[in-house]
């Protein structure tokens, strides 16, 4: 059974780039969408980003500019960069892995890491 | 962006009740639906996926319904366990959205 692991800085500058990294064991890369998610309880839960195995990508309009998903299947890990952070980046970071379950072509994500709070404070 | 409406945001019921969660989609998506349940401090769960597939090892008290813009979401027999809050969410298009969640309490 796949198992995902968020890790990376709990505490981030205002400004600053937020990093963080899923690891993945269980399971292999190939085949599957990756994907990172946040939750807030203002705004509840935001996608933000998938990547493909293939280095496929598609971001959510509302974060696009300042974000990067990338893939590093040597380390079956993937990662995820938020630029020019403010406190509404704080949040509750999720990494999940999917797949396209009917004739949807968007990915559906049924495994989920556990989540990482990450703050955004000076 | 597909706006996911759901209801109530939270109620409480007794053990052995029905309980019922409605999702309403802002346009057609089809069946392309998941409902998850989320305990605090954990991630979410999927327990119905396209619509009215129980997703394997899921209690068969939880169910789903609907297509198109409207989706319900039924617990038969509200059990101990089932305290959670419980989010629909509709695949169809980019961006993926979410409902807004239920908070389910027992009384």
Known sequence: QVQLQESGPGLVKPSETLSLTCSVSGGSISGYYWSWIRQTPGRGLEWIAYIYYTG???????LKSRVTIS???????????LRSVTAADT??????RGTVVSSSWVPSFHSWGQGTLVTVSS | DI?????????????????TI?????QN?????????????????????DASNLETGVPSRF?????GTDFTFTISSLQPEDVATYF????????????????????
């Open chain 2, 3 to 19: 706006q996911m409406t759901q209801s109530p945001s939270s109620l409480s019921a007794s053990v052995g009740d029905r309980v």
């Open chain 1, 56 to 62: 496929t990508t598609n971001y959510n309009p509302s």
């Open chain 2, 22 to 26: 409605t999702c309403q989609a802002s």
């Open chain 2, 88 to 107: 629909c969410q509709q695949y169809d298009n980019l961006p993926l959205t979410f409902g807004g969640g239920t908070k389910v309490e027992i009384k």
């Open chain 2, 29 to 49: 998506i089809n069946y392309y639906l998941n409902w998850f349940q989320q305990k605090p401090g954990k991630a979410p769960k999927v327990l119905i996926f």
């Open chain 1, 71 to 81: 893939l590093d299947t040597s380390k079956t890990q993937f990662s995820l960069r």
């Open chain 1, 91 to 96: 949040a509750v970071y999720f990494c999940a």
């Open chain 2, 63 to 67: 169910s789903g319904s609907g297509s």
